[in-house]
C-alpha cells in the first residue's frame, strides 16, 4: 500500500526553560554549568518543614507568551501535585498545572517550505503551562550505577501543548522553528537546545486517509535539535505505517530516538492523566492574574514578529519574502533596522539586500550569530549610502565589505580613503580609457559591430579593469554605447 494513502497526524508539546534568575519556587539558582546538586535548595527537594513561594517572574512570562498567542490569559488558574516516582524526581511528585492551566487557546502562524512550493499553516495551541523540571539522571562514567544530579530540579517551565494539527514532519519542525523564535523574541526562554532550554516531545500517530478516527499514538520523548525531530517523527510514521499493514498494532507507548541509528525504541507504555494522581497542592494557593497586571505585561511587550513584518511591507516596500526572512530572528530584525535608521528607510532594500545576502553568507561561514557580526549596522549602512550616491560601485562595494570584516572598526568612508576606492564618475576621465580600449581591441569591435553582444560586454570589461574598478558601471556603458555608435 502506498505512504500516500494514510494521513500523518502530529501535535507538539515543548519545554521551554523560563529565564529567571531563580527557581520557579525557590531562590536557588537556575545557572547552567554548576558543580552537581549544588543548587538544589531544601525546597526544590521538599525537605520537611519547607513551603513553596511562586516565582513572580515565572508568571509574568507565562502572561507575555499567552499574550504574544492570541490566548487567554486564565484570570485564575491553580497548581497541582504529579504524582509519579523516578529517580530524578526528588519529591516523589512535580508542581504542575492540570484541569486550569494559565494559558488556555491561542494560535501560531508558520511557513513551510521553500520559493514556489511554500504555504502558511495556522497551528492551534492547546494551552501552556507553568512547572518545575525533574533532575537529571546520569548513566555515563559511574561503572554500571546512575549518578543522579538535582540543579535542575526546580527549574521553571512553561509546557507550550499544540493541537494534533500538523501534518508531516516538515510541519511540524516549521512549528518548533516559529516557538523557538518566538520565545527568544518576547524574551522569556534563551533557546539553548544543547543545554535542554528548549526541548520538544512529538505525538504522532496514523490513520488511513478515509478514516475520521485519530490513530494510536506514541509520543517521542526529549527531542532537543531540528534535526532529531524531523528524523524522529519520519522514522516512527514509516515504522507505525509498516506496523500495520503487516498486520500489528500500534501500542499507545512512550519512545526515545536513538540518533545513532536513526530509529525509535519504546521505554514504557504510555501512562494516562489519571495514572499521575492530580490533585491540587495544598501548598499553594490558586494563582490570580487580575487585568491591570496583564495590561501592564502588555504595555511592556515587544513588536511581534507579524506585526513587525506588516510594517517593512507597507512602510519600507519590502516583499514577504524579505520581511519574512527579516523577522525570523529578534536579533536579525533589530539589526536590520538599525541599519535602516542609519541609511534612511528610502535604502530599506539595498539595506535588506546585504543583510540577508553577503552579511549573511559571511556570517554563516564563520558560524556566527548576527549578534557577534564583526561588522555592525552602523557600519553596513555607511557602505549602502555609498553605494547608493555612486561614490561606489557594487563590486568595489563589495570590496570595502570585506575589508570592514576584517578591518578594525573603521568606517566605509574611512576605507574608501585609505585605499583610493572612490568611483570615477568623470566623464572625461572614462571616455579617455574607452578610446584606449577601443583602439587596443579592434577585433571586438568589428565583432560588435558585426552583430556579437558579447563583444560589447568583453569591452565593458576591458574599461572596467583599466580603472581598476572604480570606473561608474552606467556611465561605462552609456559612453561606449555613444563611442560605437550603438
Request: aromatic content about 6%.
Amino acid at each position: 500500500m502506498s505512504r500516500t494513502d494514510w494521513e500523518v497526524v502530529i501535535g507538539l508539546e515543548v519545554h521551554a526553560q523560563l529565564n529567571t534568575a531563580s527557581k520557579i519556587f525557590s531562590g536557588a539558582s537556575t545557572a547552567f554549568g554548576a558543580e552537581p546538586n549544588v543548587q538544589a535548595s531544601a525546597v526544590d527537594i521538599a525537605l520537611p518543614g519547607v513551603l513553596p513561594v511562586l516565582n513572580r517572574g515565572a508568571v509574568e512570562r507565562a502572561i507575555r507568551f499567552g499574550l504574544a498567542i492570541g490566548a487567554h490569559v486564565a484570570e485564575k488558574s491553580v497548581f497541582a501535585r504529579k504524582n509519579y516516582f523516578y529517580p530524578d524526581l526528588p519529591k516523589g511528585y512535580q508542581i504542575s498545572q492540570m484541569d486550569l492551566p494559565v494559558v488556555q487557546g491561542g494560535a501560531i502562524t508558520i511557513r513551510v517550505g521553500e520559493g514556489e512550493q511554500a504555504y502558511e499553516k495556522t497551528v492551534r495551541l492547546t494551552r501552556a503551562h507553568l512547572e518545575e523540571d525533574a533532575g537529571k539522571s546520569l548513566h555515563e562514567d559511574f561503572h554500571g550505577m546512575t549518578g543522579i544530579d538535582l540543579n535542575r530540579a526546580g527549574t521553571p517551565l512553561l509546557e507550550i501543548v499544540s493541537e494534533p494539527d500538523m501534518r508531516s514532519s516538515a510541519e511540524a519542525v516549521a512549528y518548533a522553528r516559529s516557538l523557538h523564535a518566538l520565545v527568544r523574541w518576547i524574551d522569556i526562554c534563551d533557546g539553548n537546545m544543547q543545554e535542554g532550554s528548549f526541548r520538544c516531545d512529538a505525538n504522532v500517530s496514523v490513520r488511513k486517509k478515509s478514516a475520521t478516527a485519530l490513530g494510536t499514538r506514541r509520543e517521542i520523548k526529549n527531542l532537543n535539535s531540528f534535526r532529531f525531530l524531523q528524523q524522529a517523527i519520519d522514522y516512527e510514521v514509516q515504522w507505525q505505517i509498516d506496523t500495520i499493514e503487516d498486520g500489528g498494532r500500534v501500542q499507545q507507548a512512550t519512545v526515545l530516538f536513538d540518533p545513532d541509528s536513526g530509529e525509535t525504541r519504546m521505554m514504557r507504555s504510555k501512562e494516562d492523566a489519571h495514572d499521575y494522581r492530580y490533585f491540587p497542592d495544598p501548598d499553594l494557593l490558586p494563582l490570580l492574574i487580575p487585568a491591570d497586571w496583564k495590561a501592564h505585561v502588555q504595555a511592556e511587550m515587544p513588536e511581534l514578529p507579524g506585526a513587525m513584518k506588516a510594517r517593512f511591507m507597507d512602510e519600507w516596500g519590502l516583499s514577504a519574502y524579505d520581511a519574512t526572512t527579516l523577522t525570523a530572528s529578534k536579533e536579525v530584525a533589530d539589526f536590520y533596522q538599525a541599519t535602516v535608521t542609519a541609511a534612511g528607510p528610502a535604502l530599506a532594500k539595498p539595506c535588506a539586500n546585504w543583510v540577508m545576502g553577503d552579511l549573511a553568507a559571511r556570517l554563516n561561514k564563520a558560524e556566527l550569530d548576527i549578534g557577534a557580526s564583526p561588522v555592525s549596522a552602523a557600519q553596513l549602512a555607511g557602505l549602502v549610502m555609498r553605494i547608493a550616491d555612486n561614490t561606489l560601485s557594487n563590486a568595489i562595494g563589495k570590496k570595502v565589505f570585506e575589508a570592514l570584516w576584517n578591518g578594525e572598526g573603521l568606517s566605509a568612508d574611512e576605507i574608501i580613503d585609505r585605499q583610493g576606492l572612490k568611483q570615477v564618475t568623470d566623464s572625461g576621465a572614462i571616455e579617455a580609457m574607452i578610446d584606449e580600449v577601443l583602439a587596443a581591441n579592434q577585433k571586438s569591435v568589428d565583432e560588435f559591430r558585426a552583430g556579437k553582444e558579447k563583444a560589447f560586454n568583453a569591452l565593458v570589461g576591458q574599461v572596467m579593469k583599466a580603472s581598476k574598478g572604480k570606473a561608474s558601471p552606467a556611465q561605462v556603458n552609456e559612453l561606449l554605447k555613444k563611442k560605437l555608435g550603438a
